[in-house]
């Protein structure tokens, strides 16, 4: 077990936490979010499933709204991953539409005879009500944004990199499609995710929190 793990796990839930529907106000502008998920235990109390942080100068609060509120898988890869889960649980054909990009201008009308845009709006509607119904979350600000990037990297290879961080049998992130009937990349990220136990597929298993990030961490979230 990593100490420092379990020290995280135990600050982090010390924390207030939030709940859909949320006050925005109680978010600080810049900084990192710890999602937690139901029926997830690890170090004798909730488990970490995923850790998040934000690019743009104060935009914590709208990538929040992007994964709980806003329906666009294509602008949350959290909340595409959900859907490929909870698609593939139902061995729903859907997935292989789901898997579709609609970012870019022209993807609509390019797709428009093979996309259902009634099914991928009720997906989104029930991805939606998942992580509502499912998560729960902590933040704390961040304002630099090179420190965030690094303090984000380094939690997700803490918790990565501990053998007591594990999903429940019914975790489900283990829903995600592992077999190569996506894209290769696709693939890959669901591995990462079953093997992993987080709802993240980049910065994992690399450097995790030193002492001396701790002692830092503890300072950002005022705790002992």
């Not at 894209?183 to 995710?193: F, G, M, P, V």
């Amino acid at each position: 077990m990593s100490e420092n793990c379990h020290k995280i796990h135990r600050g982090f839930n010390s924390l207030p936490r939030l709940r859909f529907p949320f006050d925005e106000e109680k978010s600080p502008l810049n900084g990192i979010y710890i999602l937690f998920e139901k029926g997830e235990s690890a170090h004798s109390t909730d488990r970490i499933v995923r850790i998040g942080t934000h690019t743009g100068n104060n935009q914590l609060r709208s990538r929040l709204l992007e994964h709980f509120l806003n329906e666009n898988k294509d602008r949350s890869i959290f909340r595409k991953n959900i859907g490929r889960a909870l698609l593939n649980k139902d061995k729903d054909s859907f997935l292989e539409q789901w898997e579709i990009d609609l970012t870019k201008k022209n993807a609509k009308e390019l797709h428009s005879n093979s996309v259902d845009f009634i099914k991928q709006k009720e997906t989104e509607k029930r991805v939606t009500r998942y992580i509502q119904d499912n998560f729960s979350f902590v933040v704390f600000q961040v304002d630099d944004k090179d420190k965030r990037l690094e303090i984000e990297s380094k939690i997700i290879s803490t918790v990565s990199l501990c053998d007591e961080c594990k999903h429940s049998q019914n975790w489900s992130g283990f829903y995600c499609p592992n077999e190569k009937l996506q894209s290769d990349r696709t693939y890959k990220n669901c591995l990462k995710i079953r093997e992993s136990g987080l709802w993240n597929v980049q910065k994992l298993w690399k450097t995790p929190l030193s002492d001396e990030d701790m002692i830092e961490l503890k300072l950002m979230l005022n705790i002992k």
